[in-house]
């Protein structure tokens, strides 16, 4: 592992859940750990650049020698994405980002009702990846696809619709791999390449796709 790989560049990367508020004390989310995102964190920190770790509510520690910023919802991930972007040269999108919230979020506690059922409206949240990489200088932007079928063929999909310039397709459909587990294996899906990383470690794993994206930034 090359620690000068990634010296001198500016990395953002997005990690954890996003909470959608319903009221004061509810939230839509999912089980996204953050450990996937936080892993990248460290691996690019270890090839030399300057990380910027735009994290949902997750129980981890702050990675060594890179910059955290909390957040809660989608609408905040996009603000704190945005910051700063164009001094980013890498943007890896491995946030779990909620796709829609609440349409509107209550002022006070939602009091339980008579009725049986209870309707939610939600509307659509901005697409932070697809919302950077539309930009006009736009780093080389990094997403990935968390899918339970048709991995390979919705990751494709995605790279070519949100104009991505690499994505990393998650199985999640296995409870060994992918959400709040240790271990993890991805297939790295370009516009030019398809190739699979086996079951190791996130951390282990992290350091493979930092070395990917610096070998593909530099082509
Ligand atoms: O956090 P862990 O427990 O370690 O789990 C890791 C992980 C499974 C969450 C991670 O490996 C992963 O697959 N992250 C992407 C999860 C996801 O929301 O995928 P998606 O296919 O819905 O989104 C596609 C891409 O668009 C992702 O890069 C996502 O960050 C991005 N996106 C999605 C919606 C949105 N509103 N804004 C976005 O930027």
């Known amino acids: 592992f090359d620690r000068g790989l990634l010296s001198g560049k500016r990395v953002f990367i997005t990690a954890g859940p996003t909470r959608e508020a319903l009221d004061p004390v509810r939230y839509i989310s ?9 892993a990248l964190a460290e691996a690019a920190v270890d090839a030399g650049a300057q990380v910027t770790l735009i994290s949902g509510p997750v129980n981890l520690p702050a990675p060594r020698r890179c910059q955290r910023i909390m957040v809660e919802s989608a609408e905040q991930m996009l603000a704190a994405s945005l910051e700063n972007i164009d001094q980013c040269d890498i943007f890896i999108a491995s946030a779990a980002v909620a796709d829609y919230r609440p349409s509107a979020v209550a002022e006070h506690k939602l009091k339980k009702g008579k009725e049986e ?27 990935f696809a968390a899918e339970t079928r048709d991995v390979i063929h919705y990751a494709q999909d995605k790279l070519a619709r949100k104009n991505l310039d690499l994505i990393i397709a998650n199985d999640v459909s296995r409870s060994d791999i992918g959400f709040n587990s240790d271990d993890n294996a991805v ?12 079951l190791c470690s996130k951390r282990q794993l992290a350091s493979k796709i930092i070395n990917m994206i610096a070998a593909k930034q530099v082509d």
């Open 117 to 143: 059922i209870m309707e939610l409206h939600l509307i659509k949240n901005p697409d932070i990846v697809a919302t950077v990489a539309a930009l006009d200088h736009k780093p080389f932007t990094v997403g």
């Open 187 to 198: 297939t790295v899906v370009g516009h030019d390449l398809v190739e699979q990383l086996p």
């Open 30 to 38: 999912n089980h996204s750990s953050g450990k996937m995102g936080y």
